[in-house]
């Protein structure tokens, strides 16, 4: 089972900050947060990951809190290509590491 | 550049028959991955080659096999299609192992 939990669906307007929460209340010390996105039926993309600071590269910011139960992905001005599903992703140890993809959140971009 | 290319990109089966979905990755990467989807849901790990040479079962490798036949190549063979492997197959590769992964575009694959 995943190990987290996000939003199904979420709206944001083209141009703003999109947002998007992830709980992951039962990570461990040394289980990193990926993120991917998954436009329309394409192979997945991936576009950031950490393990408890914040992170941030061309495409997006991971915010991590300090607990590690959850995080937030921020892409910092959402254009309508942005339009897509977003699985946020913990590397489970106990899995022996695999990537444990949940239902993610559909995020729409209006304009 | 193409990245990771998988072949087919459609096929329909009929159950018993057999096939295998062909992956090939020109980024020099050690790792590849062999995913499914099923509608609304999100990707579950088939089999996945941590290098050349190696490969290891994923959380759903029943009635799947797979080959790494060389650093490029990782192929998936149903030996026996059954309707419930029904579903879009991903491949992936990456240069260190579960670290980020580059996905093909999909292979969409119907057993009647």
């Not at chain 1, 996000?6 to 709980?23: F, I, K, T």
């Given at each position: 089972?995943?190990?987290t939990?996000?939003?199904?669906?979420?709206?944001?307007a083209?141009g703003?900050?999109?947002?998007?929460?992830?709980?992951?209340s039962?990570?461990?010390g040394?289980?990193?947060?990926?993120?991917?996105?998954?436009?329309?039926?394409?192979g997945?993309?991936?576009?950031?990951h950490?393990l408890?600071?914040?992170?941030?590269?061309?495409?997006?910011?991971?915010?991590?809190?300090?607990?590690?139960k959850?995080?937030?992905l921020?892409?910092?001005?959402?254009?309508?290509?942005?339009?897509?599903?977003?699985?946020?992703?913990?590397r489970?140890?106990?899995?022996?590491?695999?990537?444990?993809?949940?239902?993610?959140?559909?995020?729409?971009?209006?304009? | 550049?193409?990245?990771?290319?998988?072949?087919?990109?459609?096929?329909?089966?009929?159950?018993g028959?057999?096939?295998?979905?062909?992956?090939?990755?020109?980024?020099?990467?050690?790792?590849?991955?062999?995913?499914?989807?099923?509608?609304?849901?999100?990707?579950?790990?088939?089999?996945?080659?941590?290098?050349?040479?190696?490969?290891?079962?994923?959380?759903?490798?029943?009635?799947?096999?797979?080959?790494?036949?060389?650093?490029?190549?990782?192929?998936?063979?149903l030996?026996?299609a059954?309707?419930?492997?029904?579903?879009?197959?991903?491949?992936?590769?990456?240069?260190?192992?579960?670290?980020?992964?580059?996905?093909?575009?999909?292979?969409?694959?119907s057993?009647?």
């Amino acid at each position: 089972d995943a190990k987290t939990t996000q939003p199904p669906s979420m709206d944001c307007a083209e141009g703003r900050a999109a947002n998007l929460p992830c709980n992951h209340s039962t990570i461990s010390g040394n289980e990193y947060v990926y993120w991917y996105r998954q436009i329309h039926s394409q192979g997945p993309q991936y576009i950031i990951h950490g393990l408890k600071n914040n992170e941030t590269n061309e495409m997006a910011s991971l915010i991590i809190t300090e607990d590690r139960k959850s995080s937030t992905l921020i892409l910092p001005h959402a254009t309508l290509r942005d339009t897509a599903v977003y699985y946020c992703i913990v590397r489970v140890e106990d899995s022996n590491y695999q990537l444990i993809w949940g239902a993610g959140t559909k995020l729409i971009i209006k304009p | 550049n193409a990245g990771v290319t998988q072949t087919p990109k459609f096929q329909v089966l009929k159950t018993g028959q057999s096939m295998t979905l062909q992956c090939a990755q020109d980024m020099n990467h050690n790792s590849m991955y062999w995913y499914r989807q099923d509608p609304g849901m999100g990707l579950r790990l088939i089999y996945y080659s941590a290098s050349e040479g190696t490969t290891d079962k994923g959380e759903v490798p029943n009635g799947y096999n797979v080959s790494r036949l060389n650093k490029r190549e990782f192929s998936l063979r149903l030996e026996s299609a059954a309707p419930s492997q029904t579903s879009v197959y991903f491949c992936a590769s990456g240069t260190g192992l579960w670290g980020p992964q580059h996905f093909g575009d999909g292979t969409r694959l119907s057993i009647l």
